[in-house]
């Protein structure tokens, strides 16, 4: 009984994991259509913002929550006015553009911080369930993923900044003949994808450690969400998280964790085969 | 600066009989060139960048003592960046172009297994100075590093029985980490234990959430760690944050080689016992004088010399022995004068090369992981790499070429 908690628990933090990875993709890549190949180097900056502020002093919780959104959202807001915008539509030129940003961004890093960078550890401490103990930050995770969730849900059905958002990108032309600046509202829609990417790389920094060349880990595995998800950025997401989180997760509890990695990927594929608009290109077409 | 005519005659006069009497000499006078073939970028530069950082100190402080056979040695930098591709083309540009009189690099086995026949082909000779799995069967390849036989025949029993004797191992899933973990298994086992089950992970994962779980069910006495870079750091920390470090103590032939116990915190690995040729808090005098100089060259704040460096340091010394000894950077006289086994009083101790294998006799150390530093708690003198010489004689069988994965 004991260890079927612990199990859940862990596939809870794995489907929480992969949608915090991915929800900053998902914006980028689904709703603007742009293919973010710098999405894991957004991930690792805000690992490193995370690290930086808190080596100054700013309280662990802060620096995740507050000051690595905030930077690099503004970094994507950057990159978005001096590179994304004149490549919308252009898909296989944003990919090129990204990749190269990506390597830059490794570079860059590796040039300022080295290789061996002093983490964060995790704060929180542990907690017996029975016999076993787990690590309760993995909890502070899972609870962050659904704040998260639960905010963009808010964000896109409640407010008007939503359905400006929404609706710009449906259609660009008809939002400007409305009254809408549709290239403020790219800038703002990239730089908040970017800031959910920090804040996500931050959350997960005390718990994978941050390294210039991290992103790599990340990147594969939140497009396959991404994709696999479908066009609806928030129900894609999580339904796609769920899937592959529980079939990663309880494979490498049954197996091991190289079988594990094997039924994700095997999963997405089949996945991709039958759906090959995604989930949310069959079911929860309504949703957001 | 104002150049008279008689200080002008003089000049021209002394450069055309310097010249004069250069000239046939020429050849003697050229420096002897080293190839360095290692990761300074991508994911593998943790262990690339102190291994040349060791081999440019070595190469600075032979020329300032005159070079070899009074020629000086010049040191030709090649980055591999992580990638094996430019491993080919390096090695080639070394032996071809350069035409260096020995190579120094490789890091991983895979990297090694992709120059070692270029450099077999082109007929120059190579040091590999990484730790290794072993099994290496090569008469144009000296290996400097430690193997299983060496570190974990050691640290196995020493752990059994400080902590008991069921062993549950976690492997990097690549040829070191599965190679390493038969030897675990077979050290547990001839002490009397249990290994329960050995784990492999790709070099990517971060999760290692159900694996933690896995491990208190099976409730081991100790773990045994063999896993490898960047990303499976996080397993000691999230080991750490799911408050095991306490309860389920840990023993590596792999942590603190890319200097693992100072990007951790303390409270994430101390008490983790480890077992290497080197440590930088080795005490006796070559050292105290090795960790001067290192420090005095590349900054008092730097983090730690590694076994790595080490091993590089050790492979570029016992080469130049070698040299002296030959009178020739010539390759098969330099093999045949490694083969007398040579040895060199290194900073880890006597250093001596093993004729039949190519590998070293050399001292191995335990040591313990405490606050960000390694306690040196026994020392072994002198092992011989058994696990190597089990299936390699070079002195019989000068042709053979290959890497034996030794049955176990």
Partial sequence: MDLVILLAIQVLYAIASLALISVGLAIIFGMMRVINLAHGEFLMLGGYAAIVATSYGVSIWISMLVVAPVVVGIIGIIVERTIIRFLYGRMIDTMLATWGLSLFLVGLTTAIFGNTTVGISAPLGSFQIGAYRTSGYTLFVIAVAVVVMFGIFVVLRGTRLGLIARGTMQNANMAAALGVNPPRVYAVTFGIGAALSGLAGAVLAPVSGVFPTIGVAYVAKSFITVIGGGAAILSGTVSASTLFGTINQLATFATTPVFGEVALLAAAIVLIRLLPQGITGRFFRRGL | ?????????????????????????????????????????????????????????????????????????????????????????????????????????????????????????????????????????????????????????????????????????????????????????????????????????????????????????????????????????????????????????????????????????????????????????????????????????????????????????QGFRLWAEAVKKAGSVDRLKVIEALETGISIDAPSGKVTIDPPTHHCVLDVHIAEVNDKKLKVLEDFAQQKPADTAAVCDLIKNPTDNQQYVIKI
């Avoid at chain 2, 104002?2 to 420096?31: C, E, H, I, Y």
């Avoid at chain 2, 062993?167 to 077979?186: H, M, P, R």
Wanted: overall charge neutral.
């Fill in chain 2, 1 to 313: 600066m104002k150049v008279d005519r008689r200080r002008f005659l003089q000049g021209t006069a002394a450069a055309a009989a310097a010249g004069a009497f250069s000239s046939p000499a020429w050849a003697a006078d050229d420096p002897i060139g080293v190839a360095s073939v290692h990761d300074l970028s991508g994911g593998l530069d943790i262990y690339g960048k102190p291994m040349v950082d060791a081999l440019t100190l070595a190469v600075e402080e032979a020329n300032a003592a005159g070079g070899l056979l009074g020629r000086q040695i010049k040191l030709i930098n090649y980055d591999t960046q992580s990638n094996m591709q430019l491993y080919t083309q390096f090695a080639q540009q070394a032996a071809l172009k350069d035409k260096v009189a020995v190579v120094h690099g490789g890091i991983t086995s895979a990297s090694r297994e992709v120059i070692r026949p270029v450099l077999d082909r082109f007929k120059t000779l190579y040091f590999y100075n990484t730790q290794y799995e072993g099994g290496v069967c090569d008469r144009n390849q000296f290996d400097t590093g430690v193997t299983p036989a060496q570190t974990v025949e050691k640290l196995v029993p020493y752990a059994m029985k400080k902590w008991g004797k069921k062993v549950y191992v976690i492997a990097a899933d690549y040829n070191y980490g599965q190679i390493t973990s038969q030897w675990v298994k077979k050290y547990v086992t001839e002490n009397g234990g249990e290994v329960p089950s050995i784990d492999f992970f790709p070099l990517d994962v971060t999760n290692f959430g159900p694996t933690i779980s896995k491990i208190q069910a099976a409730k081991p006495d100790f773990v045994w760690s063999a896993l490898v870079g960047g990303a499976h750091i996080s397993f000691y920390r999230q080991w750490a944050a799911a408050g095991m470090r306490k309860s389920i103590p840990m023993a590596s032939t792999t942590f603190a080689v890319g200097n693992e116990h100072i990007v951790l915190s303390p409270d994430e690995c101390n008490g983790m016992l480890i077992c290497y040729n080197y440590f930088q808090d080795l005490k006796n005098p070559v050292n105290a004088a090795f960790v001067t100089a290192f420090q005095k060259r590349f900054g008092a704040d730097y983090p730690n010399i590694t076994e790595l460096a080490m091993g590089t340091y």
